[in-house]
């Protein structure tokens, strides 16, 4: 109990002028109970302490044995000495053991104890000296070795292990006393009836005390910046599109955005499919509701009111630009499978829903904002900067008379409301957009230029399909969410991010984030 000990503690230090450490003094008291103990008297001055950190070498269970029997050379060279006119090499297991015959007969070779005579083993020298195990020994003394080099040699070989040791050096504090009189912590009534309250030590308030931490639930970082991502949008005039599909066609995720059906992307090594069920409906119209109507449809927006749209037309229409062309392409010239197209993956980009938000726009072409904030997924090495499960922000604007400069322009302003003010341009290729440029953003923690964004304009052999106008022009733009929230929050690996490594303890302490500020 901690109350016991403070009395020991005071009584250690009654005769002392100095100090005392709690590791000679308590040696068998565990370091909750000493510390509880030295912060009752601590606080009201009794003593003075400062802890103490060390590291302590302890032998492993291989390191006990050399230190008591000898090191495997050693073994191995006494075996051969006994031996007068030599030992069988075949021999030797069966007097030192495997592990000794196989670890120390080299080693005695290295140090010159032994020959080798045809198929037997004889001394070199008439005395050796076992410094493995002199080493070890004052080690076992000492906890330590004054050579680092040497400890550190016995760490490679696993002969001993570090551990830290925490002590604490105590001395008598300016209201240090023999005695530690009990304090009492409440002013009850029969203290008042008595009038003991007149006699008792009340213990001071410590005004400085911390309070004891409330559990409460905490705002993951990448739901900071999301929400921060949905403000500027919100702000800039953009409606947010729903995004509650992870799994997608090949027609959506790929087909419809003019993705050949040969594009290294649809490899299995870079997107997850989905094996069961094997694939999918064509495309068509999204029901409203789960449950059917009075006469046994479902629901769907064209059967309330919204335009009539033909789904298998367009579908024939992109097949068609992929295998022959068409509106001025002469596409890509292959033969387009449909089972390709129907197949199921977990969708690769939120572009596939921009890509049906754009096909429904077709039905009453006007200027449009739309974003997405949403976890998409790909077959990734995963390493400081990728992972295989992230999210991805995209922003789409459909308007008459677009430029590749007012993107440009759009990128630095949208960029700048997130704080990232230095940016770079480097031109790309997308297959569903041209031109393309790929957006790098400076990365104070790491250094160096990150690649933050993708953007471009869309290609007419995606727009035209759907039914847009042909002076109709489309900016189109993706970026991670888990990269800007490394650049404002210092993360330097993103596995620290997201994933099995996150540490809580960041989760709940971090700051709130605004982008714009620095």
Do not use: C
């Not at 203290?191 to 993951?220: D, E, I, Q, R």
């Not at 990734?380 to 007012?406: N, S, W």
């Not at 991670?480 to 991010?497: A, C, D, F, Q």
């Amino acid at each position: 109990m901690a109350s016991d000990l403070t009395f020991h503690i005071l009584e250690a230090l009654a005769d002392v002028d100095g100090s005392i450490l709690s590791a000679d003094a308590f040696p068998s008291v565990d370091f909750t109970t000493m510390k509880s103990a030295l912060d009752r008297l601590g606080s009201r001055q009794m003593i003075i302490y400062r802890q103490l950190d060390r590291e302590e070498a302890a032998l492993t269970p291989e390191g006990k044995d050399i230190a008591s029997e000898g090191s495997h050379e050693a073994k191995v060279f006494e075996a051969v000495r006994q031996a007068v006119d030599g030992l069988k090499i075949a021999d030797l297991p069966g007097i030192v053991g495997k592990e000794s015959a196989k670890v120390g007969q080299g080693k005695a070779f290295k140090e010159g104890w032994i020959r080798k005579d045809k198929d037997l083993l004889k001394t070199a020298t008439d005395s050796i000296q076992d410094a493995s195990r002199e080493q070890l020994q004052v080690i076992q003394r000492t906890r330590t070795h004054p050579d680092p080099k040497i400890s550190g040699d016995l760490r490679k070989r696993k002969l001993i292990m570090m551990h830290k040791v925490i002590s604490f050096e105590i001395k008598k504090g300016p209201n240090y006393a023999a005695e530690f009189v009990k304090e009492e912590t409440d002013l009850t009534a029969d203290m008042l009836a008595t009038g003991a309250w007149k006699t008792v030590k009340l213990k001071p308030y410590n005004f400085k005390a911390m309070g004891a931490p409330t559990p409460s639930g905490a705002l993951h970082p990448l739901n900071k910046v999301r929400h921060e991502f949905r403000q500027i949008f919100f702000e800039m005039g953009f409606e947010e599109m729903p995004t509650n599909r992870y799994v997608e066609t090949g027609f959506w995720n790929f087909d419809a955005l003019f993705v050949p059906q040969q594009h290294p992307a649809r490899d299995l090594q870079d997107t997850f499919y989905i094996s069961d069920p094997p694939q999918a409906d064509k495309p068509r119209a999204d029901p409203l509701k789960s449950e059917k109507l009075a006469d046994g449809t479902i629901p769907t927006p064209e059967s309330q009111g919204a335009p009539k749209q033909d789904y298998d037309s367009y579908w024939a229409d992109v097949k068609e630009v992929h295998e022959k062309g068409k509106y001025g392409s002469i596409g890509y010239r292959y033969p387009f499978k449909d089972e390709e197209s129907l197949k199921l993956v977990l969708r690769t980009h939120t572009t596939a829903v921009s890509t049906y938000m754009l096909y429904k726009l077709a039905a009453d072409p006007r200027p449009a904002r739309y974003f997405s904030i949403d976890r998409v997924f790909r077959n990734e090495t995963v390493d400081a900067t990728h992972l295989a499960e992230f999210h991805q922000v995209e922003g789409v604007i459909a308007d008459f008379g677009l430029t590749l400069g007012g993107l440009i322009g759009f990128m630095e302003v949208f960029f700048a409301k997130m704080g990232i003010h230095r940016l770079r341009f480097k031109p790309a290729y997308n297959p569903y957009t041209e031109p393309s440029m790929e957006i790098f953003g400076f990365h104070e923690g790491l250094d160096k230029w990150v690649e933050i964004g993708n953007s471009g304009m869309f290609r007419p052999e995606m727009l035209e399909p759907m039914g847009l106008p042909k002076d109709m022009r489309v900016y189109g733009w993706g970026l991670s969410l888990e990269r800007p929230t490394m650049i404002k929050y210092g993360v330097k690996n993103i596995r620290e991010l997201l994933g099995h490594k996150v540490d809580l303890n960041f989760i709940e302490s971090n700051p709130a984030v605004r982008l714009e500020k620095d």
